[in-house]
């Protein structure tokens, strides 16, 4: 036996590192009282509020009944309403509530610090550079090409 330990394929890596972040951001979550996933939803209705909730469950890219049990959590905290589409009975439209739209700091304030501590060290650069990869992986599985935007380099290190 050489001592060697044995390495982490990429994929096993980029699956830890993935787990680790939503650990941590689940974790600042759960002090606002909301559970993985909720935080899309808070996100996605205060960028397009008044949006489907067939829409937002293709938006968020999950299936209907993730979105209804979901919507029910929020609006049982009073973060969100669903009201009637006033064109088609079939259909809701999902709001944030005044209580949900002063969340939507607490989340982004969340995920700014997750993604400082993650980063943690790296120059601009290197944050572009991975977010170059990680949008080539996607699109090795399918997704659409996602447009590369042009990011300052300027390094996000936790105070």
Known sequence: MTGRKKKTSVLA???LAARAGRTALSARLAEQDLY??????????DDDAGI????????LAVRPPTITKTMARLSAQGLIEKR???????????????????????????????????????????R???RKLLKRIDANFGAPPAEIEEEKDVPHEVP
């Open 36 to 45: 993985p996933g909720q935080d899309a939803v808070l996100l996605a209705l």
């Open 84 to 126: 009637p589409s006033p064109d088609d009975a079939r259909q809701s439209h999902a709001f944030l509530t005044g209580k949900g739209e002063a969340l939507v700091g607490e989340v982004k304030a969340a995920q700014k610090a997750v993604e400082q501590a993650a980063f943690a060290g790296f120059s601009g650069r290197e």
């Open 13 to 15: 890596q980029l699956f």
């Open 52 to 59: 489907s909730l067939r829409d937002l469950a293709t938006r």
């Open 128 to 130: 572009k550079r991975l």
